[in-house]
Structures are given as structure tokens and as C-alpha cells.
């Protein structure tokens, strides 16, 4: 099963190619996202899951291949396009360690993520200084969005509360209600659920569900095969940086390589196959 | 012998049961029992003997041997000061005896409650109004004198570079150990814009700001990729390459002779000549020629400027910039990834600190009328960054506070002459052994939902440079 040709995918990656001095963490790998779909990019530890993040967020410039976006302003090559470019052209992240503002309201946490657009109607500072032009109406309509993603996180009633202080699960919540305040067309979650428990994995699931269907298309590293499977439209399997398999959660279930990969080669029958363990 | 282990070669003991014990074996007591509560007193004697004998080694070479020229003229021969030592260590062993016994003999501390913290914040809603209130009376108050309004302008002007040099480390987080550098361009853009050129006060004092900010960004490009202690080198460095450029550069600068006769500022084209006469303040006003005047005109001068400096600073906290500089001082990587420039806005921090800086340096030059590069020493820096930390970092009253107790206690210790630097240290170190954070270390959000509620200092971030 490959990906559905008919729409273009959101995002497309071409033999990407990482190389940090001898190693080689990711080689030659291809995949695509489909717009509006969830797809997984998953592997053992060490795979080259993040750093296939970093490269597709700007963090990292890929030694070799292409990387793709088809956003609002048509096709745009990530791999040669800054950082902060990056984010404007709508690829929002979070981090695999939450990265949040701990100094900062929860409130505050959701404006930063809307800087650019609030910059914009500041008219380079000044006018904001001076309390002139569109500023107020900006400012509250950013407002208005940061309350929306409260709202779909369950946050509304720590807005106040310094981000820092939130237990761990709203924090996790929090970098994806900050990250959607960017206003993306492809979201990176990079290990949204982990640390999470059972009752807070499937609630973060349906948030990713409602994400995507409010349009934006996703993109999430995971290790929860639960998760994963429960919610992937779509799954690419890294293993040693190389991309081993690329389908539909069934077919992944069932790949050999995929399997020899989670379990390593040999006496397969002794271990549970990680079918199993996404079964469960 | 049953009950009891039996020990034998090679054997391992064993209990009743004939369970190996772990504790015996490893020679554990099998019951941790707590160790006896030491008796405070012999504790606290003990303690303060190792101090006693530590102030011993210290001080029998430096206060016990003292080399003196001969009486003849002749050499040197060496004196020894044994009762003096015997002094000193006898007053460190009673000090950390004190000090000891107070320890251990006080309630235990109180955790800083809910009530405690709000009424704390009451207080401090209170301490900036009266703050503002005594400066704007300051030249009225009955018993103010020449001498007091000239600290009023010196600690005002300190206050000013503290909220200058805030923006760029309490706000930004970025560590700048040449601020000074900003106030010599400021100062010395009015001496030579004013005496070569002959523009009046009002029209350099923005070009003096302009200059600052114009190299602040300079200093900012080759320092953006810096963090932490590297970017405090190259700034450190900065300061001091500016400094010796003004010495060497003779024949623009003056070098170590600095510029003197810089014209005095006039109010609205009124000057302060001291002899009165026409078109002078005082016989505009019909007052009697005073030189205590001018000194009222600097110093509100200087507190307008520096109330400028809180404004702009305090709108900015509440804009997108603002949020941005305390978004980077939190975490860069995650500004990154939600698409700030962080270039950009490490670039405005230090353009508009710098900017700061030189309005600063600007007002310096033109109250006194000279400035040479002995005013822009590393030393300036260092007191202003003090102001900021004891201060705390990003909090505007605190920052003024700091100026007042630091510029103002500096002075306030005067008559204890050689003994002023050690007043002036312990009081630092008192302030960050009791604060660590700085005196106000909680930071208030720049927007809220509902009421505002203060960040504990704990949780704000100091920067990574």
C-alpha cells in the first residue's frame, strides 16, 4: 500500500541524506505526507526519527536530497529555507523534551507563538508603543485565538499560571496548542505521548484527531505503538537512518523487516511481536 | 550456641534462621539508629574554631607580618602585629559562634505563604508611586541640598543605565559586560557633535542615541551565535576596545586629555549662565541668578530621561518584541521553531539597550561639561550589571532600587573611608546571600485573562546568553 497519488501530499522527502561527520543517521530516505492525514514515522532508538525532524523543521541543513512543502503559498524547499522561514511557511513543532517558556503565562506561551502576525500589525514597533493603529485589534484577536486552543486542550483555567508550573501532561498539551497557534499546515510531533499515561494518551490521540480534522496535517514520532496505530493514517519505518517500510498500520503490523527491526533477527517466536503490543 | 552467629573461616554469619544476613555481612548495623542530635553548643564551638584557625592562616601573613623601612633608611625589617591577629581571630571565632547559636536556636523558617506574598505585593504596588512621588519633590524638600541633588542626578543616572542595560540581560538574557561602551559613545558623540560642530543638546541627544544603537548592532552581528560566557568575553572585549580607541584616536578625541568645554544644555533656548544677564532662565523667570538652577534643570533632565526609559521599556514588555526578548531568554530553540527571528530580535535588544546607554552618556557629557576615557572604565560596567542582578533581572523597580541602595549607600558610607569597599562588598553580598534571585524576583506577566498573578522567580529563566 503507498501513499494516495491524487492530492498532492503535503509534504514530500527525497532522499534525504544526514551525515554528521563518519555517520551517516539518515540515508536516502523518501517518504510523503498526505495533506489532511496523520503519518507516523516510527523506529527503534536511534533510527533517525529526530534528526529526519530536524532537517524537515530547519533545525538541520541535510547533507544531501529534498525536502518539500506544499503549503499555502505553493511548493517550497524546506532544506534550503532559515529556520524561522520555516515556521512561517506553516511546519509547527514540538519537542521531544517539552520546550516551553516556564517563565512565561500559559497565555503568554500562545501569544510568543503568534509573533509574527502580531509584529506585523505593530507597524515595527512604534505605532504599538505609542498605543496607535490596529495593534488592540490584533492583539485581541490572537487573544481569541490562544483562548480556542485552551479550549481544545483543557487549559482555559490555567491561562494565568506560569507554563513552567503546569503538571506534566498540560505542558505536553500546552506545546501542542502553542504550536497550533502558529497557524500550521503540517504539524511535527515529536513524541507527543511520552511519559503520558494510558488515560492521557488517549486523550492526547483525540486531540491530534481533532487537529487533523480541523485541516491541519500531522506528522508524529512515537514510540506508544498504541497510539500510533490507533490514530496513523499512514506509517514510514526508519531503522539505522535507512527507511525500511511505508504503508498503512496493517500492512506495518505485518512487515517482517519491521519486525526483525523492533525484535532484532533471530528466534522470533520467543518475543512479543510488536503487533501485540500495539494490540494491547 | 544456637541464637548466635558463629563466625568461621570462610563462612558467612548466620541468624536464627539460618538466612544469611545481609547486614552483618556487609557490616551494616541491621537498624540505621539516627545519630545522636549533636549538643548545639559544643557543635557551634567546634564550628567556630575551624573558623578561628582558617582566619589564623589568613591573617598571620597578611595583618601579622608587616615589612616597614628601617629607621636608619636603610632596608626593610619586618614587624610582627601578633596582638592584632589575636584580634581579628578572636572576633571571627565570636562572630561564628554567634552566628552559630542563632542558627540553631531559631524558630524554623516560614515557607513564604499565599497571605505573606500578596501582602508583599500590596507593599511593592506601593513602593514604586512613593518612589516617583519623592524623586519629582526631591529639589522642593525642605534641607535638600547642592550636595543631594548631586547624588539625585548621580543615582538617577545609574538608575537609567540599569533599566538601559535590563532590556538587554534581564529582558533578553543576554549577558553584556560592556555596557559602558554605549555610554562612551553617547558621551562622546554630544562632546564632539557639540564643541566641532556647535548642534545644541537637543538635537544630539537623539543622534547620541542613534550613534549608541548604531553600535549596538555592530556589536551584535559578530556576537549573535555567542551564548553564555563567550558572549560575555566579546562584550567584555567590546567595552574595552572602545575605551583604548578613545585613548589612542589623539586627534579626534583628545586621548587620555578627554574634551572639556562641552556646552551646558539650555532650557527651551534659556541658559543657565551663572551671572544672569539677558536670555539667561533667571532673568527670563525675574528669579535671583542661581547656580542651583541648572542643577534643578539636570536633574529633572536626567529623571525625564529615565522615566522615558521606564516607559518605552514597559510598553515594549507588553508587545509582540517584548514577549519575544523574554520568549529567547527563555528557550531560543523553541522561539526557532515557532518562526521568530531570533537575529532580528537579539539585534533590537541591543540596539534599544544601547540606545538607552547613549541618551545616558549624552546627559553625562553635558553635566560635566568634560569627558575623557577615564569615566568608561570596565569597573562602570560592572556596577551596572550589579545594579541589574541585585536588582533582580527584568524587574524595573528593582532595578531602581539597587541603583538607589548601591550609588546612593556608596556615598551614604563615605565616612568610613578605606573601609567603604568593604561596607559597600558585604552589603552585596548580604543583599544576594538574603535574595539570591535579586531583590524583586518575581516577574509580572505582560497579559492575563483574568488577574494578573506574579511568576515566582524560580520559574523565570536567568538566559543562556
Given at each position: 500500500m503507498s501513499t494516495p497519488i491524487l492530492p498532492t501530499p503535503i509534504l514530500e522527502v527525497r532522499d534525504l541524506v544526514m551525515r554528521f561527520g563518519g555517520l551517516?543517521?539518515?540515508?536516502?530516505v523518501s517518504f510523503e505526507a498526505a495533506r489532511g492525514e496523520i503519518t507516523a514515522v516510527i523506529g527503534p532508538n536511534g533510527a533517525g526519527k529526530t534528526t529526519v525532524f530536524n532537517l524537515i523543521t530547519g533545525f538541520y541543513t541535510p547533507s544531501a536530497g529534498e525536502i518539500l512543502l506544499h503549503g499555502r503559498d505553493g511548493q517550497r524547499p524546506l532544506h534550503a529555507t532559515p529556520g524561522h522561514r520555516i515556521a512561517q511557511a506553516g511546519v509547527a513543532r514540538t519537542f521531544q523534551n517539552i520546550r516551553l517558556?516556564?517563565?512565561?503565562?500559559v497565555l503568554e506561551n500562545l501569544l510568543v507563538a503568534q509573533h509574527n502576525r502580531l509584529q506585523a500589525a505593530t507597524g515595527f514597533g512604534i505605532a504599538a508603543v505609542l498605543g496607535l493603529g490596529g495593534y488592540r485589534a490584533a492583539e485581541r484577536e490572537a487573544v481569541e485565538r490562544a483562548k480556542h486552543w485552551l479550549e481544545a486542550t483543557r487549559l482555559l483555567d490555567r491561562?494565568?499560571?506560569?507554563?513552567?508550573?503546569?503538571p506534566y501532561g498540560a505542558q505536553r498539551r500546552l506545546e501542542i496548542a502553542r504550536a497550533m497557534c502558529t497557524d500550521p499546515v503540517l504539524l511535527c510531533l515529536d513524541e507527543?505521548?511520552?511519559?503520558?499515561n494510558p488515560r492521557e494518551s488517549e486523550e492526547l490521540a483525540e486531540l491530534i484527531r481533532l487537529i487533523r480534522t480541523g485541516g491541519c496535517s500531522i506528522l508524529l514520532i512515537e514510540h506508544d505503538m498504541g497510539v500510533v496505530m490507533n490514530i496513523s493514517d499512514h506509517i514510514v519505518v526508519l531503522d539505522h537512518g535507512k527507511k525500511i517500510a511505508d504503508g498503512i498500520p496493517a500492512a506495518i503490523r505485518a512487515d517482517e523487516k519491521v519486525i526483525a527491526a523492533y525484535l532484532?533477527?533471530?528466534?522470533?517466536?520467543e518475543a512479543p511481536s510488536p503487533a501485540v503490543e500495539g494490540a494491547a | 550456641m544456637s541464637g548466635v552467629a558463629v563466625p568461621h573461616e570462610g563462612g558467612v554469619p548466620h541468624n536464627d534462621d539460618g538466612v544469611p544476613d545481609p547486614g552483618e555481612m556487609t557490616g551494616i548495623p541491621r537498624t540505621a539508629a539516627p545519630?545522636?542530635?549533636?549538643?548545639p553548643l559544643a557543635h557551634a564551638l567546634r564550628d567556630a574554631g575551624i573558623a578561628a584557625l582558617v582566619a589564623l592562616g589568613l591573617f598571620i601573613p597578611l595583618v601579622g607580618l608587616r615589612t616597614d623601612v628601617g629607621p636608619s633608611g636603610g632596608g626593610l625589617f619586618i614587624r610582627t602585629r601578633w596582638t592584632d591577629v589575636a584580634i581579628i581571630v578572636g572576633l571571627v571565632f565570636a562572630g561564628r559562634l554567634a552566628l552559630n547559636l542563632w542558627e540553631s536556636l531559631r524558630p524554623e523558617r516560614r515557607a513564604p505563604t499565599a497571605r505573606r506574598t500578596a501582602l508583599l505585593g500590596r507593599i511593592g504596588l506601593l513602593v514604586a508611586p512613593v518612589l516617583l512621588g519623592f524623586a519629582i519633590a526631591l529639589p522642593f524638600l525642605?534641607?535638600?541640598?547642592r550636595y543631594v541633588l548631586d547624588l539625585g542626578i548621580l543615582v538617577l543616572t545609574y538608575v537609567m543605565l540599569g533599566w538601559g542595560l535590563n532590556i538587554v540581560?534581564?529582558?533578553?538574557?543576554l549577558l553584556d559586560l560592556g555596557y559602558v561602551a554605549f555610554y562612551a559613545v553617547g558621551a562622546y558623540s554630544y562632546a564632539l557633535l557639540s564643541t566641532t560642530?556647535?548642534?545644541s543638546f537637543w538635537i544630539c541627544l537623539p543622534l547620541a542615541g542613534l550613534l549608541a544603537a548604531f553600535w549596538g548592532v555592530l556589536l551584535g552581528f559578530p556576537v549573535l551565535r555567542l551564548r553564555g560566557d563567550y558572549l560575555a568575553i566579546v562584550t567584555l572585549a567590546f567595552g574595552e576596545i572602545i575605551r583604548v580607541v578613545l585613548i589612542n584616536w589623539v586627534s579626534l578625541t583628545?586621548?587620555?586629555?578627554g574634551i572639556s568645554g562641552i556646552p551646558r544644555p539650555s532650557f527651551f533656548g534659556l541658559s543657565f549662565s551663572?551671572?544672569?544677564?539677558?536670555?539667561s532662565f533667571s532673568d527670563f523667570f525675574g528669579l535671583?541668578?542661581?547656580?542651583t538652577h541648572r542643577v534643578v534643570f539636570l536633574y529633572y533632565l536626567i529623571l525625564a530621561l529615565a522615566l522615558l526609559t521606564n516607559w518605552v521599556t514597559l510598553r515594549l514588555r507588553r508587545q509582540p518584541l517584548g514577549r519575544a526578548w523574554e520568549a529567547l531568554r527563555e528557550d531560543e530553540i523553541a522561539c526557532r521553531a515557532l518562526g521568530i527571528n531570533v537575529t532580528n530580535t537579539k539585534l533590537t535588544a541591543f540596539a534599544i539597550g544601547a540606545m538607552f546607554g547613549g541618551f545616558a552618556g549624552a546627559f553625562f557629557a553635558t553635566r560635566q561639561a568634560f569627558v575623557s576615557?577615564?569615566?568608561?572604565?570596565?569597573i562602570e560596567s560592572a556596577i551596572i550589571l550589579a545594579i541589574v542582578v541585585l536588582g533582580g533581572l527584568g524587574s524595573q523597580l528593582g532595578v531602581a532600587l539597587a541603583a538607589l541602595i548601591m550609588i546612593g549607600g556608596f556615598e551614604a558610607f563615605?565616612?568610613?573611608?578605606?573601609?567603604r569597599m568593604l561596607a559597600f562588598g558585604a552589603a552585596m553580598v548580604v543583599i544576594m546571600v538574603w535574595r539570591p534571585r535579586g531583590m524583586v524576583s518575581t516577574r509580572t506577566p505582560?497579559?492575563?485573562?483574568g488577574k494578573r498573578k506574579s511568576i515566582s522567580g524560580d520559574l523565570v529563566g536567568e538566559g543562556h546568553g
Amino acid at each position: 500500500m503507498s501513499t494516495p497519488i491524487l492530492p498532492t501530499p503535503i509534504l514530500e522527502v527525497r532522499d534525504l541524506v544526514m551525515r554528521f561527520g563518519g555517520l551517516t543517521a539518515v540515508d536516502r530516505v523518501s517518504f510523503e505526507a498526505a495533506r489532511g492525514e496523520i503519518t507516523a514515522v516510527i523506529g527503534p532508538n536511534g533510527a533517525g526519527k529526530t534528526t529526519v525532524f530536524n532537517l524537515i523543521t530547519g533545525f538541520y541543513t541535510p547533507s544531501a536530497g529534498e525536502i518539500l512543502l506544499h503549503g499555502r503559498d505553493g511548493q517550497r524547499p524546506l532544506h534550503a529555507t532559515p529556520g524561522h522561514r520555516i515556521a512561517q511557511a506553516g511546519v509547527a513543532r514540538t519537542f521531544q523534551n517539552i520546550r516551553l517558556f516556564p517563565g512565561m503565562t500559559v497565555l503568554e506561551n500562545l501569544l510568543v507563538a503568534q509573533h509574527n502576525r502580531l509584529q506585523a500589525a505593530t507597524g515595527f514597533g512604534i505605532a504599538a508603543v505609542l498605543g496607535l493603529g490596529g495593534y488592540r485589534a490584533a492583539e485581541r484577536e490572537a487573544v481569541e485565538r490562544a483562548k480556542h486552543w485552551l479550549e481544545a486542550t483543557r487549559l482555559l483555567d490555567r491561562a494565568d499560571d506560569a507554563a513552567g508550573s503546569l503538571p506534566y501532561g498540560a505542558q505536553r498539551r500546552l506545546e501542542i496548542a502553542r504550536a497550533m497557534c502558529t497557524d500550521p499546515v503540517l504539524l511535527c510531533l515529536d513524541e507527543p505521548a511520552a511519559g503520558l499515561n494510558p488515560r492521557e494518551s488517549e486523550e492526547l490521540a483525540e486531540l491530534i484527531r481533532l487537529i487533523r480534522t480541523g485541516g491541519c496535517s500531522i506528522l508524529l514520532i512515537e514510540h506508544d505503538m498504541g497510539v500510533v496505530m490507533n490514530i496513523s493514517d499512514h506509517i514510514v519505518v526508519l531503522d539505522h537512518g535507512k527507511k525500511i517500510a511505508d504503508g498503512i498500520p496493517a500492512a506495518i503490523r505485518a512487515d517482517e523487516k519491521v519486525i526483525a527491526a523492533y525484535l532484532g533477527t533471530g528466534d522470533d517466536d520467543e518475543a512479543p511481536s510488536p503487533a501485540v503490543e500495539g494490540a494491547a | 550456641m544456637s541464637g548466635v552467629a558463629v563466625p568461621h573461616e570462610g563462612g558467612v554469619p548466620h541468624n536464627d534462621d539460618g538466612v544469611p544476613d545481609p547486614g552483618e555481612m556487609t557490616g551494616i548495623p541491621r537498624t540505621a539508629a539516627p545519630p545522636p542530635p549533636r549538643p548545639p553548643l559544643a557543635h557551634a564551638l567546634r564550628d567556630a574554631g575551624i573558623a578561628a584557625l582558617v582566619a589564623l592562616g589568613l591573617f598571620i601573613p597578611l595583618v601579622g607580618l608587616r615589612t616597614d623601612v628601617g629607621p636608619s633608611g636603610g632596608g626593610l625589617f619586618i614587624r610582627t602585629r601578633w596582638t592584632d591577629v589575636a584580634i581579628i581571630v578572636g572576633l571571627v571565632f565570636a562572630g561564628r559562634l554567634a552566628l552559630n547559636l542563632w542558627e540553631s536556636l531559631r524558630p524554623e523558617r516560614r515557607a513564604p505563604t499565599a497571605r505573606r506574598t500578596a501582602l508583599l505585593g500590596r507593599i511593592g504596588l506601593l513602593v514604586a508611586p512613593v518612589l516617583l512621588g519623592f524623586a519629582i519633590a526631591l529639589p522642593f524638600l525642605p534641607g535638600t541640598s547642592r550636595y543631594v541633588l548631586d547624588l539625585g542626578i548621580l543615582v538617577l543616572t545609574y538608575v537609567m543605565l540599569g533599566w538601559g542595560l535590563n532590556i538587554v540581560v534581564g529582558l533578553a538574557g543576554l549577558l553584556d559586560l560592556g555596557y559602558v561602551a554605549f555610554y562612551a559613545v553617547g558621551a562622546y558623540s554630544y562632546a564632539l557633535l557639540s564643541t566641532t560642530v556647535g548642534l545644541s543638546f537637543w538635537i544630539c541627544l537623539p543622534l547620541a542615541g542613534l550613534l549608541a544603537a548604531f553600535w549596538g548592532v555592530l556589536l551584535g552581528f559578530p556576537v549573535l551565535r555567542l551564548r553564555g560566557d563567550y558572549l560575555a568575553i566579546v562584550t567584555l572585549a567590546f567595552g574595552e576596545i572602545i575605551r583604548v580607541v578613545l585613548i589612542n584616536w589623539v586627534s579626534l578625541t583628545g586621548g587620555p586629555n578627554g574634551i572639556s568645554g562641552i556646552p551646558r544644555p539650555s532650557f527651551f533656548g534659556l541658559s543657565f549662565s551663572a551671572g544672569g544677564g539677558p536670555g539667561s532662565f533667571s532673568d527670563f523667570f525675574g528669579l535671583e541668578p542661581s547656580p542651583t538652577h541648572r542643577v534643578v534643570f539636570l536633574y529633572y533632565l536626567i529623571l525625564a530621561l529615565a522615566l522615558l526609559t521606564n516607559w518605552v521599556t514597559l510598553r515594549l514588555r507588553r508587545q509582540p518584541l517584548g514577549r519575544a526578548w523574554e520568549a529567547l531568554r527563555e528557550d531560543e530553540i523553541a522561539c526557532r521553531a515557532l518562526g521568530i527571528n531570533v537575529t532580528n530580535t537579539k539585534l533590537t535588544a541591543f540596539a534599544i539597550g544601547a540606545m538607552f546607554g547613549g541618551f545616558a552618556g549624552a546627559f553625562f557629557a553635558t553635566r560635566q561639561a568634560f569627558v575623557s576615557p577615564e569615566s568608561f572604565t570596565f569597573i562602570e560596567s560592572a556596577i551596572i550589571l550589579a545594579i541589574v542582578v541585585l536588582g533582580g533581572l527584568g524587574s524595573q523597580l528593582g532595578v531602581a532600587l539597587a541603583a538607589l541602595i548601591m550609588i546612593g549607600g556608596f556615598e551614604a558610607f563615605r565616612d568610613l573611608e578605606e573601609w567603604r569597599m568593604l561596607a559597600f562588598g558585604a552589603a552585596m553580598v548580604v543583599i544576594m546571600v538574603w535574595r539570591p534571585r535579586g531583590m524583586v524576583s518575581t516577574r509580572t506577566p505582560s497579559i492575563s485573562l483574568g488577574k494578573r498573578k506574579s511568576i515566582s522567580g524560580d520559574l523565570v529563566g536567568e538566559g543562556h546568553g
